[in-house]
């Protein structure tokens, strides 16, 4: 690609693997910022390392640890996740290609976020758990490079990292929420969600997006 092709948010191959792009900065040799999707470590590259690819319906891929297949024939439930394809979010809504966002009420197929983002039935794609019948494979470029066993590795959480810290927030941590300018304290957790003492619940992903969240205190430095 060509570094003015390549825009925020984008899905692209590199090193034959599924990442997105989080931030491009022309002033810097390795210009494109990307997050592989599979764990979230954070790669620079080149425009000219990468390769653009459009998600479409029954691709399948492996975000954080998990498998997820894409499904625009199905209307979403609470507690599920979307794909925003197409992004056109209102003034107070903040959004944009690609975000992966989890509904928390769903009217006449529009959703409200637990971002408190409303999202239009002609902005997003389900995700739906696991693999479907019929789906493609896009967590690779080429998956007969990948081995049996890295392929099983990649879809589970247990192969994240124990030394990443940065992955690992803890309740008592405090964040500034950016775009409700709130500071705020993680009050409970599950295996992969964060939920604020602000009622804002999000994928544990959400918090290396510098866009969404700074990281103030962090309680374990204590310990």
């Known amino acids: 690609m060509n570094l003015f092709q390549v825009r925020k948010g984008q899905f692209v191959y590199y090193n034959n693997e599924l990442h997105k792009v989080y931030s491009v900065k022309a002033m810097f040799k390795k210009s494109v910022h990307l997050y592989r999707l599979k764990d979230m470590q954070q790669v620079l590259s080149k425009a000219?390392?990468?390769?653009?690819?459009k998600p479409r319906h029954l691709d399948s891929f492996i975000f954080y640890g998990k498998r997820y297949t894409i499904d625009q024939s199905k209307l979403p439930e609470a507690g599920d996740y979307i794909l925003i394809v197409k992004p056109a979010p209102d003034f107070l809504d903040h959004y944009s290609l690609n975000e992966i966002e989890k509904v928390d009420n769903v009217e006449d197929g529009n959703v409200v976020t637990t971002r408190d983002n409303g999202v239009k039935h002609s902005e997003y794609v389900l995700l739906v758990p696991g693999k479907l019948e019929g789906s493609h494979e896009i967590a690779y470029f080429d998956i007969n490079l990948v081995s049996s066993m890295?392929?099983?590795?990649?879809?589970?959480l247990a192969y994240l990292s124990d030394d990443d810290v940065e992955m690992k927030p803890a309740v008592g941590d405090i964040y500034l929420d950016i775009q409700s300018s709130t500071k705020t304290m993680i009050v409970a957790m599950t295996e992969d969600e964060v939920m604020f003492g602000?009622?804002?619940?999000?994928?544990?992903?959400e918090l290396k997006d510098e866009d969404k969240f700074t990281l103030i205190y962090r309680s374990e430095e204590d310990l």
Not at 48 to 53: P, W
Not at 150 to 156: C, G, R, T
């Open 48 to 53: 000219s390392d990468i390769q653009l690819y």
């Open 150 to 156: 890295q392929q099983a590795d990649d879809e589970a």
């Open 198 to 205: 602000h009622g804002v619940k999000v994928h544990i992903t």
